[in-house]
Protein backbone atom coordinates (compact mmCIF):
# COMPACT_ATOMS: atom_id res chain seq x y z
CA UNK A 1 0.00 0.00 0.00
CA UNK A 2 1.56 3.33 -0.79
CA UNK A 3 1.73 6.33 1.14
CA UNK A 4 0.43 9.32 0.74
CA UNK A 5 2.97 12.33 0.01
CA UNK A 6 3.27 14.26 3.21
CA UNK A 7 2.66 18.11 2.73
CA UNK A 8 5.94 20.43 3.55
CA UNK A 9 5.79 24.04 4.33
CA UNK A 10 6.10 25.60 0.38
CA UNK A 11 2.64 23.19 -0.48
CA UNK A 12 1.06 24.72 2.26
CA UNK A 13 -0.60 28.39 1.78
CA UNK A 14 -1.36 30.22 5.25
CA UNK A 15 -4.08 32.45 5.94
CA UNK A 16 -1.34 35.34 5.59
CA UNK A 17 0.12 33.89 2.06
CA UNK A 18 -3.66 33.05 0.74
CA UNK A 19 -4.64 37.29 2.23
CA UNK A 20 -1.71 38.72 -0.18
CA UNK A 21 -2.54 36.34 -3.21
CA UNK A 22 -6.35 38.12 -2.84
CA UNK A 23 -5.33 41.15 -2.42
CA UNK A 24 -2.66 40.85 -5.04
CA UNK A 25 -5.45 39.93 -7.42
CA UNK A 26 -7.99 42.81 -6.98
CA UNK A 27 -4.93 45.64 -6.64
CA UNK A 28 -5.29 48.42 -8.69
CA UNK A 29 -2.04 50.19 -10.63
CA UNK A 30 -3.11 53.48 -9.07
CA UNK A 31 -4.92 54.57 -5.84
CA UNK A 32 -8.72 56.55 -6.39
CA UNK A 33 -10.43 59.09 -4.14
CA UNK A 34 -13.87 60.03 -3.87
CA UNK A 35 -15.13 63.70 -3.61
CA UNK A 36 -18.60 65.37 -2.91
CA UNK A 37 -19.06 68.83 -3.96
CA UNK A 38 -21.80 71.20 -2.00
CA UNK A 39 -23.80 74.06 -2.48
CA UNK A 40 -25.61 75.86 0.87
CA UNK A 41 -29.31 76.65 1.47
CA UNK A 42 -28.25 79.22 3.63
CA UNK A 43 -25.05 80.58 2.21
CA UNK A 44 -22.61 81.11 -0.20
CA UNK A 45 -19.78 78.65 0.20
CA UNK A 46 -15.96 79.46 -1.08
CA UNK A 47 -14.26 76.93 -2.62
CA UNK A 48 -12.26 75.54 -0.10
CA UNK A 49 -15.87 74.40 1.63
CA UNK A 50 -17.27 73.34 -1.35
CA UNK A 51 -15.75 70.04 -1.77
CA UNK A 52 -14.69 67.63 0.50
CA UNK A 53 -12.87 64.04 0.50
CA UNK A 54 -14.38 61.39 1.59
CA UNK A 55 -12.72 58.46 1.04
CA UNK A 56 -9.83 56.61 -0.64
CA UNK A 57 -8.89 53.06 -1.85
CA UNK A 58 -6.17 51.07 -4.38
CA UNK A 59 -8.09 47.83 -4.22
CA UNK A 60 -11.25 46.58 -5.48
CA UNK A 61 -12.09 45.18 -2.02
CA UNK A 62 -11.87 48.37 -0.32
CA UNK A 63 -13.71 50.31 -3.01
CA UNK A 64 -16.70 47.90 -2.25
CA UNK A 65 -16.62 48.14 1.59
CA UNK A 66 -16.88 52.30 0.84
CA UNK A 67 -19.40 51.59 -2.11
CA UNK A 68 -21.73 49.15 -0.54
CA UNK A 69 -22.53 51.99 2.86
CA UNK A 70 -22.44 54.76 1.13
CA UNK A 71 -25.45 56.22 0.36
CA UNK A 72 -25.07 57.85 -2.76
CA UNK A 73 -24.81 54.51 -4.67
CA UNK A 74 -28.17 54.92 -5.19
CA UNK A 75 -28.25 58.71 -6.68
CA UNK A 76 -31.74 59.08 -5.00
CA UNK A 77 -30.60 59.01 -1.85
CA UNK A 78 -28.01 62.00 -2.08
CA UNK A 79 -28.85 64.15 -5.54
CA UNK A 80 -32.34 65.39 -6.28
CA UNK A 81 -35.29 62.44 -6.81
CA UNK A 82 -37.70 64.45 -8.91
CA UNK A 83 -39.53 65.34 -6.08
CA UNK A 84 -37.10 66.55 -3.04
CA UNK A 85 -34.38 68.01 -2.57
CA UNK A 86 -31.65 66.82 0.11
CA UNK A 87 -29.43 68.50 2.28
CA UNK A 88 -27.20 67.19 5.01
CA UNK A 89 -25.30 68.64 8.03
CA UNK A 90 -26.44 71.61 9.91
CA UNK A 91 -24.94 73.86 7.50
CA UNK A 92 -27.49 72.30 5.25
CA UNK A 93 -25.61 71.33 2.10
CA UNK A 94 -27.10 70.35 -0.80
CA UNK A 95 -24.86 67.66 -2.43
CA UNK A 96 -24.52 68.90 -6.76
CA UNK A 97 -21.94 66.02 -7.93
CA UNK A 98 -20.32 63.14 -6.94
CA UNK A 99 -16.34 62.76 -8.27
CA UNK A 100 -14.04 59.97 -8.30
CA UNK A 101 -10.61 61.00 -9.15
CA UNK A 102 -7.15 59.69 -9.04
CA UNK A 103 -5.10 60.38 -5.89
CA UNK A 104 -3.29 63.48 -5.78
CA UNK A 105 -5.70 65.22 -8.26
CA UNK A 106 -8.92 67.61 -7.57
CA UNK A 107 -12.01 67.86 -9.73
CA UNK A 108 -11.29 71.18 -10.00
CA UNK A 109 -9.85 72.96 -13.74
CA UNK A 110 -7.22 74.27 -11.84
CA UNK A 111 -5.82 71.59 -10.60
CA UNK A 112 -2.59 71.25 -12.67
CA UNK A 113 -2.89 68.14 -13.46
CA UNK A 114 -5.96 68.46 -15.23
CA UNK A 115 -5.16 71.84 -17.02
CA UNK A 116 -4.91 71.88 -21.08
CA UNK A 117 -6.87 68.72 -20.83
CA UNK A 118 -10.57 67.55 -21.85
CA UNK A 119 -13.69 65.99 -20.78
CA UNK A 120 -16.30 64.14 -22.29
CA UNK A 121 -19.75 65.33 -21.12
CA UNK A 122 -22.90 63.42 -21.26
CA UNK A 123 -26.09 65.43 -20.54
CA UNK A 124 -29.42 63.40 -19.39
CA UNK A 125 -32.45 65.36 -19.38
CA UNK A 126 -35.60 63.50 -16.92
CA UNK A 127 -39.21 64.23 -18.39
CA UNK A 128 -40.71 60.94 -17.15
CA UNK A 129 -39.51 58.17 -15.46
CA UNK A 130 -37.40 59.28 -12.89
CA UNK A 131 -36.78 55.81 -10.91
CA UNK A 132 -35.79 54.00 -14.09
CA UNK A 133 -33.22 56.99 -14.77
CA UNK A 134 -31.72 56.13 -11.51
CA UNK A 135 -31.94 52.48 -12.08
CA UNK A 136 -29.98 53.18 -15.18
CA UNK A 137 -27.95 55.70 -14.08
CA UNK A 138 -26.26 53.78 -10.80
CA UNK A 139 -25.45 51.20 -13.03
CA UNK A 140 -23.70 52.89 -15.55
CA UNK A 141 -21.75 54.93 -13.22
CA UNK A 142 -20.73 52.52 -11.29
CA UNK A 143 -19.65 50.37 -14.70
CA UNK A 144 -17.86 53.25 -15.40
CA UNK A 145 -16.27 53.57 -12.28
CA UNK A 146 -14.90 50.07 -12.51
CA UNK A 147 -13.74 50.24 -16.08
CA UNK A 148 -11.67 52.91 -15.28
CA UNK A 149 -10.22 51.60 -11.99
CA UNK A 150 -9.37 48.51 -13.52
CA UNK A 151 -7.58 49.86 -16.96
CA UNK A 152 -10.57 48.60 -19.78
CA UNK A 153 -11.37 51.92 -21.18
CA UNK A 154 -9.22 53.12 -23.90
CA UNK A 155 -6.32 54.79 -22.82
CA UNK A 156 -7.48 54.86 -19.15
CA UNK A 157 -4.01 56.44 -18.43
CA UNK A 158 -5.06 59.46 -19.80
CA UNK A 159 -8.38 59.45 -17.47
CA UNK A 160 -7.26 61.57 -14.27
CA UNK A 161 -11.18 61.05 -13.00
CA UNK A 162 -15.25 60.77 -13.50
CA UNK A 163 -17.80 63.29 -12.26
CA UNK A 164 -21.46 62.48 -11.67
CA UNK A 165 -23.17 66.29 -11.18
CA UNK A 166 -26.62 66.85 -10.35
CA UNK A 167 -27.84 70.00 -13.22
CA UNK A 168 -31.05 70.29 -12.17
CA UNK A 169 -32.60 73.81 -12.73
CA UNK A 170 -35.14 74.81 -9.62
CA UNK A 171 -36.47 78.03 -11.84
CA UNK A 172 -38.81 78.20 -13.47
CA UNK A 173 -40.43 75.24 -15.37
CA UNK A 174 -37.62 72.95 -12.75
CA UNK A 175 -35.90 71.15 -16.14
CA UNK A 176 -34.25 67.62 -14.07
CA UNK A 177 -30.68 67.13 -15.44
CA UNK A 178 -28.02 65.03 -14.99
CA UNK A 179 -24.57 64.68 -16.35
CA UNK A 180 -21.35 62.22 -16.31
CA UNK A 181 -18.20 64.58 -17.27
CA UNK A 182 -15.16 61.84 -17.78
CA UNK A 183 -11.96 64.11 -17.61
CA UNK A 184 -8.71 63.42 -19.66
CA UNK A 185 -5.57 65.03 -19.07
CA UNK A 186 -3.73 66.79 -22.12
CA UNK A 187 -1.72 64.94 -24.57
CA UNK A 188 -3.87 62.68 -26.40
CA UNK A 189 -4.00 62.54 -29.64
CA UNK A 190 -7.69 63.92 -31.50
CA UNK A 191 -7.84 60.66 -33.34
CA UNK A 192 -7.72 58.45 -29.83
CA UNK A 193 -9.98 61.63 -28.20
CA UNK A 194 -12.26 60.04 -30.95
CA UNK A 195 -11.86 56.69 -30.09
CA UNK A 196 -12.71 56.88 -26.51
CA UNK A 197 -15.89 59.32 -26.97
CA UNK A 198 -17.28 56.44 -29.27
CA UNK A 199 -16.81 53.55 -26.33
CA UNK A 200 -18.13 56.51 -23.75
CA UNK A 201 -20.82 57.40 -26.05
CA UNK A 202 -21.45 53.01 -26.51
CA UNK A 203 -21.44 51.96 -22.98
CA UNK A 204 -23.32 55.06 -21.36
CA UNK A 205 -25.86 55.19 -24.03
CA UNK A 206 -25.44 58.67 -24.94
CA UNK A 207 -25.49 59.08 -28.26
CA UNK A 208 -24.78 62.77 -27.99
CA UNK A 209 -21.58 62.72 -25.91
CA UNK A 210 -19.78 66.06 -26.17
CA UNK A 211 -16.07 67.09 -26.23
CA UNK A 212 -15.13 70.03 -24.18
CA UNK A 213 -11.76 72.04 -23.24
CA UNK A 214 -10.91 72.31 -19.62
CA UNK A 215 -10.09 75.90 -18.87
CA UNK A 216 -9.87 77.60 -15.55
Known sequence: MESKPT?????????????????????????????ET???KTKKLDYADS????????????????WNKYPGNDIKNVLFDGNNIKYFF??????TSMNIFQEGIEPMWEDEQNKGGKYFQCDYQIKHN????????????????????GGTVPYCEYINGIRFVDKTD?????????????????????????????FLSTHLGCPNIIQKDISA
Open 130 to 149: METFSQLANSHWKKLALCIM
Open 38 to 40: YTS
Open 7 to 35: KTSKDIITPEKKTDILLNSVQFSKSWTFW
Open 90 to 95: NEKYRI
Open 170 to 198: FGRGKIIMFRMEIWVKKGLEENKLNELKS
Open 51 to 66: KKLIFKWNDLITFFQF
